[in-house]
């Protein structure tokens, strides 16, 4: 008999789902399901297999944790190493916390613990498939940043970078030969082009856009975090 099942409605309109499982009875199951409520799906008995296809046209990657030739957090290490950011739903066993809580560090998602109920799975799916990969999410960041930086003039970056190191006026001021005031002036327009509300948020902001350039350029410069306690510390002055 044909599977019926109610499931919520999808983000996307069209969904690629790979399901990553040595299991054959458990990838047929799977499939089925997601077919029942049209969503496209390919299954891999391996994670080799998986990685071998996945592309730009694949939604989520649903992957068991005890795969027949990796981990999934070793799974997880090579799609992004080869440049797949796709969210990811693990299947854990049940009452393998460790398992868990190791999918979850290594960016996976969400997991559900085998056995599971169907309409469970497709619900922990959507929300999969709605929130969309962590590092995609973070590169969106790290461009907006780079985006709104790129408004600053050449001095007043100078200034910014000044600021994140946790620099007070009087001392920026001084290292750039100009005016106290006129570092005030800078710091105003900074706050004005980066939408920026606080010294705290334009760490942050520069945090976003230096992880994106150390990523995209040949020589990457050194990623410089500024300590939360210097930023204050600037806030203060």
Known sequence: MPLQISAPAYPQTTCLVHIVD????SRSTLSRAL???????????TAADALAVLGTGSSCI????DLPDMTAME???EASLHGHDLPVLVMTEQGDVDAAVA????????????????PAFLERLRACLASGSPHAQQRDRSRDAVRRLALLSRRESEVLEL???GKQSKTIAWELGISIKTVEVHRARIM????????VGLGRLWESAEILRARDLPH????????????????AS
Not at 22 to 25: A, E, I, N, P, S
Not at 103 to 118: S, T
């Open 22 to 25: 040595g299991d054959l009875m």
């Open 220 to 235: 990457p410069m050194s990623i410089r975090q500024p300590a939360p306690a210097a930023l204050m510390e600037a806030a």
């Open 163 to 165: 600021i994140v190191d």
């Open 75 to 77: 799974f997880m290490a």
């Open 103 to 118: 999918a979850m560090k290594a960016g996976a998602v969400d997991c559900i613990a085998r056995p599971f109920a169907i």
């Open 192 to 199: 004005e082009k980066t939408g920026c509300r606080s010294i």
């Open 62 to 65: 649903v992957l068991r944790s």
């Open 35 to 45: 077919g029942a409520v049209g969503i496209a799906c390919r299954v891999h008995s």
